[in-house]
């Protein structure tokens, strides 16, 4: 499980047919991408990539962070209506729905799938101020070696603060909302940084199973369908 330490990184599978050499974003990322697959034991944190080469990647683009860990980028592969998969250059791969983390694979405790409400406004992109009091989740879990299994929540959110971020190079005024889920036995938060007038997730820290550190996502490119 070393990996989840390290950086989800979807350029050489998208990119590798774009770059022409030089100093593109493949070319710029690749000591992150082969320390992550191959598991150097001294992975220096990379140099910040200015959106100018970011920009490069013809593609829907996130980042991706495990705690204080490097980023890695990801850009999407497929989309499967409304949910967009995003792969990585050893196949792991997240999916998104809207600004919610519905799946992941590789990880060894895969998240399979979320049962969300029609009116989930994470999974649905809806104006903050139209954003329900509470939800109830269903997160879907599978194991390598064990039996599946799920677990279900309500959440409820509330709005913490306004605020400025800064994601690679672009300011964005967003409303900072923590979102706590509990079911009695277990109780985590999820923070999402959101456009208060059109309900667009920019950033989040979400969790993604039981033992798993939270994922921190920025869009860097919305997904366009």
Request: hydrophobic share 40%; proline share 7%; charged share 20%.
């Amino acid at each position: 499980m070393r990996w989840l330490a390290l950086p989800l990184l979807g350029l050489g599978l998208a990119l590798s047919a774009c770059s022409s050499g030089g100093t593109s974003a493949v070319e710029r990322l690749a000591p992150v991408i082969e320390g992550a697959i191959f598991g150097s034991d001294e992975l220096p944190d990379p140099e910040p990539v200015p959106r100018s080469v970011l920009l490069q990647i013809p593609f829907a683009t996130i980042a991706l962070q495990v705690r204080d860990g490097p980023i890695g980028y990801a850009t999407a592969q497929e989309a499967n209506g409304p949910y967009v998969v995003y792969q990585d250059t050893a196949r792991r791969s997240i999916t998104i729905l809207g600004g919610l983390i519905t799946g992941t694979s590789g990880i060894g405790r895969n998240m399979k799938a979320i049962k969300n409400q029609v009116d989930d406004p994470i999974a649905v992109q809806t104006p903050l101020d139209a954003w329900p009091r509470r939800i109830d989740r269903n997160y879907q879990f599978a194991r390598h070696s064990a039996e599946d299994f799920e677990i279900t929540v309500s959440c409820g959110y509330q709005q913490i603060s306004r605020e400025r971020i800064e994601i690679f190079e672009i300011f964005y005024s967003v409303t900072r909302v923590v979102e706590r889920c509990s079911n009695g036995i277990r109780t985590f938060d999820n923070t999402y940084w959101v456009d208060a007038d059109t309900g667009f997730v920019w950033q989040s820290e979400q969790w993604v199973g039981p033992q798993i550190e939270p994922y921190t996502l920025r869009v860097l490119r919305p997904f366009v369908g």
